[in-house]
Nanobody
């Protein structure tokens, strides 16, 4: 079992930046792949980015490439999402998640709200 807690959300103007953190606790000895998802009001939860244990394999959804950077510090059991050049369409609840390959994501945080004003 892994528990995930996000932090760092907030209100920012378009063009601004935020850094989200996801702290993991519990069984963190397993080499989980970790990812970020987001859910805008009235829409489904969508994939944003993921990173493997070593950081050598990273994927982004097209809409955030070049603006968002995912990273992790395994010594701190923490994953990050640096979000730059934020747009109003980035407004959503952001969730962190973890999975043990080849399983799908089965550990989720409670979410943190990101609101980008125009």
């Amino acid at each position: 079992q892994v528990q995930l807690v996000e932090s760092g959300g907030g209100l920012v103007q378009a063009g601004g930046s935020l850094r989200l953190s996801c702290a993991a606790s519990g069984r963190t000895d397993s080499r989980y792949i970790m990812g970020w998802f987001r859910q805008a009001p009235g829409k489904e939860r969508l994939f944003v980015a993921e990173v493997n244990w070593s950081g050598s394999s990273i994927y982004y959804t097209d809409s955030v490439k070049g603006r968002f950077t995912i990273s992790r510090d395994n010594t701190k059991n923490t994953m990050y999402l640096q979000m730059n050049s934020l747009k109003p369409e980035d407004t959503a609840v952001y969730y962190c998640a973890a999975r043990s390959p080849p399983r799908s994501y089965d550990y989720w945080g409670q979410g943190t709200q990101v609101t980008v004003s125009s």
